[in-house]
């Protein structure tokens, strides 16, 4: 049995503690940046994929989130029964997880999607505090860059995640289902499929998008006026029936429209004139700041640009066009 002096034993109670508190850190950091990428990513319905995929980017439930505590105060408490930390310093651990867990729901306002500032913030204390320690000796460099690659490791693999949860674009799909054909052909001059069983693969495939299309889709025309019919026969209904007046159905019936155009007009898209006042009225406010001193002339240029990505991108992921948003910007700036 080796015998560690007090001084040693003293640095590696320091050093677990050190550590402890990092990976903490860490696991916080990477929850958050989690929550940013799957929040960010265009097109994410995880609602309609499949579950297996949805969970991978999904929020903890709150069973996880207490088994997880549970573990780690199970972790504590084994350290400090064999001696590697004291009570006292397993109390201030829990103390700074839970003040860091308030910081992170009062900095996202209780899952609101955190703003790059606030990331870029906790990424800079993060980094700082892994300076500290390895100034202060309590960690090494090559440890601290260790716990940096892994967490940048598990960052990306979130976002692998996220971006298997987006809605694909109309090109991808076209390329898969270009793929998938050529896959089916391949297999049927192989001998491996008769045409037969790939053209009953490719019938449960269309069924299959037809399926997906017409849960994800919005009723028509057509089948809101069938509701709507039913809708009023069945009130005049209960009217000759004596179940409501005649007063109480037509109330029922204000109501309704009342509702139908309150959820029309928040579902509404803008119109053209819309976007335009709105983008003429965004641009003016730049250069405004512009001439107030606020901002450079880059900077606003570069607003601009980062803007015309976005509508680039939303753009091509709902028609699959890529327009370029310059010429319609230079015009509202005319």
Same mark, same amino acid.
């Given at each position: 049995?080796?015998?560690?002096?007090?001084?040693?034993?003293?640095?590696?109670?320091?050093?677990?503690?050190?550590?402890?508190?990092?990976?903490?850190?860490?696991?916080?950091?990477?929850?958050?940046?989690?929550?940013?990428?799957?929040?960010?990513?265009?097109?994410?319905?995880?609602?309609?994929?499949?579950?297996?995929?949805?969970?991978?980017?999904?929020?903890?439930?709150?069973?996880?989130?207490?088994?997880?505590?549970?573990?780690?105060?199970?972790?504590?408490?084994?350290?400090?029964?064999?001696?590697?930390?004291?009570?006292?310093?397993?109390?201030?651990?829990?103390?700074?997880?839970?003040?860091?867990?308030?910081?992170?729901?009062?900095?996202?306002?209780?899952?609101?999607?955190?703003?790059?500032?606030?990331?870029?913030?906790?990424?800079?204390? /993060?980094?700082?505090?892994?300076?500290?320690?390895?100034?202060?000796?309590?960690?090494?460099? @090559?440890?601290?860059?260790?716990?940096?690659?892994?967490?940048?490791?598990?960052?990306?693999?979130?976002?692998?995640?996220?971006?298997?949860?987006?809605?694909?674009?109309?090109?991808?799909?076209?390329?898969?289902?270009?793929?998938?054909?050529?896959?089916?052909?391949?297999?049927?001059?192989?001998?491996?499929?008769?045409?037969?069983?790939?053209?009953?693969?490719?019938?449960?495939?269309?069924?299959?998008?037809?399926?997906?299309?017409?849960?994800?889709?919005?009723?028509?025309?057509?089948?809101?006026?069938?509701?709507?019919?039913? /809708?009023?026969?069945?009130?005049?209904?209960?009217?000759?029936?004596?179940?409501?007046?005649?007063?109480?159905?037509?109330?029922?019936?204000?109501?309704?429209?009342?509702?139908?155009?309150?959820?029309?007009?928040?579902?509404?898209?803008?119109?053209?004139?819309?976007? @335009?006042?709105?983008?003429?009225? /965004?641009?003016?406010?730049?250069?405004?700041?512009?001439?107030?001193?606020?901002?450079?002339?880059?900077?606003?240029?570069?607003?601009?640009?980062?803007?015309?990505?976005?509508? @680039?991108?939303?753009?091509?992921?709902?028609?699959?066009?890529?327009?370029?948003?310059?010429?319609?910007?230079?015009?509202?700036?005319?």
């Amino acid at each position: 049995m080796t015998i560690q002096s007090g001084n040693d034993k003293e640095r590696a109670v320091s050093w677990n503690r050190a550590k402890a508190g990092t990976i903490a850190t860490v696991v916080l950091l990477v929850a958050v940046v989690t929550a940013a990428a799957v929040a960010a990513t265009p097109g994410s319905r995880p609602e309609v994929e499949d579950n297996g995929r949805a969970e991978h980017g999904a929020r903890p439930l709150k069973a996880d989130l207490e088994a997880r505590e549970a573990a780690f105060l199970e972790h504590l408490d084994a350290k400090v029964e064999a001696g590697e930390l004291t009570r006292a310093e397993a109390d201030e651990m829990i103390a700074n997880m839970e003040d860091q867990h308030a910081e992170h729901l009062k900095g996202t306002d209780r899952g609101a999607r955190p703003l790059k500032a606030d990331l870029a913030e906790r990424k800079a204390a /993060f980094l700082e505090d892994l300076d500290a320690k390895v100034e202060a000796g309590e960690l090494t460099r @090559a440890e601290a860059d260790e716990m940096i690659a892994g967490m940048k490791a598990r960052i990306a693999e979130h976002l692998k995640g996220a971006e298997r949860d987006a809605r694909p674009l109309k090109a991808d799909l076209a390329e898969r289902k270009a793929a998938f054909l050529e896959g089916l052909n391949a297999k049927v001059e192989a001998g491996e499929l008769t045409r037969a069983e790939a053209d009953e693969m490719i019938t449960g495939m269309k069924a299959r998008i037809a399926e997906h299309a017409k849960r994800d889709a919005r009723p028509s025309k057509a089948d809101l006026a069938e509701r709507k019919a039913a /809708f009023l026969e069945g009130l005049d209904a209960k009217v000759e029936a004596g179940e409501l007046t005649r007063a109480e159905a037509d109330e029922m019936i204000a109501g309704l429209k009342a509702r139908i155009a309150e959820h029309a007009k928040r579902d509404a898209r803008p119109s053209k004139a819309d976007l @335009a006042e709105r983008r003429a009225a /965004f641009l003016e406010g730049l250069d405004a700041k512009v001439e107030a001193g606020e901002l450079t002339r880059a900077e606003a240029d570069e607003i601009v640009a980062k803007v015309e990505a976005r509508h @680039a991108r939303h753009r091509q992921r709902t028609t699959g066009d890529t327009p370029d948003m310059s010429a319609a910007l230079a015009l509202a700036r005319s």
